[in-house]
């Protein structure tokens, strides 16, 4: 083989090899929502002004649970206003909470997670406490797997404190990693890595996976199989305190904050689809 067949024949597989390499970002991607500029923003009661995690629940209707306050509240988005008032149990820390064919789950931030529905008495009671983690925060729900997804916000000081999001199959019962957040994938524009997950949702259409952080204020999007689509820093003056994140069936967005000396509030995002 002469030289100039040598290069050819490497420049060949320099071609072939690269493109079978992973990609890490979705080339041009495009964010469809216009994240400076809610199209409403709902002012929540007192009771909900410490808003810790929300969820659809039927149409234009979403259930939310407020941290340290054993309820859930139903609010309707036509009237503004909490229109149900649910006691779930003896006040705690309570940091997630997803609907699932109109199963309520709510979730404790050490992982306990509780299941009923409003039409009967029945309930049952979810252990994802893991030894790694000190604090959960965010619960959603991935169809594809029928999982429940848990996001950890922090982990045991002895331990690797990288993000990870976990999984509870409602089919099999099982308990597991379902992918880590590597800290290249939430570098700001600053170099910080300041990223403690406190929400986290499932895009309907997409597959996407939303995770959102109040500290750092950032909005993490990662493909159906777990590639980084984009980072969004958040204005902090949009978003005092983020916590909760949710989709309603046709794509548009719903972010919950903590009100710092008022009360709490939902912000809306239209989807985009074009």
Not at 207 to 216: A, D, L
Request: aromatic fraction near 10%; charged fraction near 25%; proline fraction near 3%.
């Amino acid at each position: 083989m002469n030289f100039v067949s040598s290069i050819i024949l490497l420049l060949v597989l320099t071609l072939v090899v690269y493109a079978c390499l992973p990609k890490k970002k979705t080339e041009n991607y495009v964010f469809k929502y216009n994240i400076k500029a809610p199209s409403a923003k709902m002012e929540l009661p007192q009771n909900l002004k410490e808003i810790s995690g929300l969820s659809f629940y039927q149409e234009n209707q979403l259930a939310c649970v407020n941290d340290e306050n054993g309820s859930v509240f139903i609010y309707d988005l036509t009237q503004e206003a909490v229109i149900e008032k649910i006691d779930i149990g003896n006040n705690a820390d309570y940091e997630g909470i997803e609907v699932v064919d109109g199963e309520i789950f709510i979730m404790k931030s050490n992982g306990k997670i509780k299941g009923f529905r409003i039409s009967d008495a029945t309930e049952r009671k979810i252990d994802c406490t893991d030894k790694d983690v000190k604090e959960y925060e965010g619960l959603s729900y991935h169809p594809q797997t029928q999982s429940l997804l848990l996001v950890s916000k922090e982990k045991d000081k002895d331990k690797n404190d990288k993000k990870t999001i976990y999984a509870y199959s409602l089919k099999t019962e099982r308990f597991g990693k379902f992918l880590s957040i590597d800290e290249d994938l939430v570098r700001g524009n600053d170099g910080k890595k300041t990223f403690a997950p406190s929400g986290i949702a499932i895009h309907p259409i997409t597959g996407e996976i939303f995770i959102i952080s109040s500290q750092g204020k950032k909005l993490l999007v990662l493909s159906a199989n777990g590639d980084k689509n984009c980072l969004i820093e958040l204005d902090p003056e949009t978003f005092v305190q983020p916590e909760g994140i949710c989709f309603t069936p046709n794509g548009d967005l719903y972010i919950s904050s903590e009100g710092e000396n008022e009360n709490g509030y939902i912000l809306k995002f239209e989807y985009q689809q074009r």
